[in-house]
């Protein structure tokens, strides 16, 4: 729970960050800047919902007491965050949304199948939304929005991106129950057999202790000069 809690905070941190980036790009390019308030209302929105999920996951004693419940907080808070970086990628003028959303989403997708330790459950309910979020904003960015580029080079584009971005949601979903399969082996194996278990911890205990004892030669060179 701990590591989970962490890689929140660390979340919205870098979710914070990316506001900053936007304003600088604002600053910028008068197309970027016309859609800045709700590219900024977005991201604080999806923010200020991290944080009330986070509250409720650290606070809510259903979290230890009722399987499932925190991965289900997880579960719709990562969905509405990818949702809510889905619709700033469809807002963002070009190029913008080809440089940065497509690696926003991507970021989006490797932070959360790899940190905060999914089931395998999860993953697929998750890769499954995040896979017709991603849809849509990729039929939305090629068929709705001027291109600067030549139309086989900017279709191209489109199709490398989206393998791109699908893999990251196919291997992300394929960690996550790999994970899962070696946590519950682990299981078994210290259930069936508990004294192959206590015999590897004593095992440990010894190595650590023998090496604790063992000096180095200039270890015990530099005792024999001292006496």
């Known amino acids: 729970m701990a590591v989970r809690r962490v890689a ?8 914070c960050l990316f506001l900053v980036w936007d304003y600088g790009l604002a600053q910028a390019d008068p197309r970027y ?44 808070t990562a969905a509405f965050a990818y949702l809510g970086l889905a619709a700033i990628v469809a807002i963002m003028p070009p190029p913008y ?4 959303g497509f690696t926003g989403l991507a970021l989006v997708s490797a932070f959360t199948f790899g940190l ?10 998750l890769a499954a939304w995040q896979a017709c979020a991603l849809s849509a904003v990729m039929a939305w960015s090629t068929t709705q929005k001027p291109t600067i580029m030549p139309a086989a080079v900017a279709q191209q584009f489109s199709v490398s991106a989206l393998l791109l971005l699908s893999l990251f949601i196919g ?40 090496m604790t ?15």
């Open 8 to 15: 929140t905070l660390v979340g919205v941190a870098v979710w």
């Open 33 to 76: 800047a016309a859609v800045m308030p709700l590219i900024a209302g977005l991201r604080v929105s999806v923010a200020l919902v991290i944080l009330a999920a986070q509250a409720v996951f650290v606070s809510s004693p259903r979290v230890l007491s009722e399987p499932g419940y925190g991965e289900r907080i997880i579960l719709w």
């Open 97 to 100: 949304d080809q440089l940065y």
């Open 116 to 125: 905060y330790g999914l089931s395998a459950r999860t993953a697929t309910w």
């Open 171 to 210: 291997v992300g979903c394929m960690v996550c129950w790999l994970f899962e399969l070696i946590s519950r082996r682990s299981f078994l194996i210290s259930k069936r057999w508990p004294h192959k278990t206590r015999r590897s911890a004593r095992m440990a205990l010894r190595c650590s202790a023998c």
């Open 213 to 227: 004892r063992w000096r180095s030669p200039a270890q015990r060179l530099k005792s024999d000069c001292k006496r």
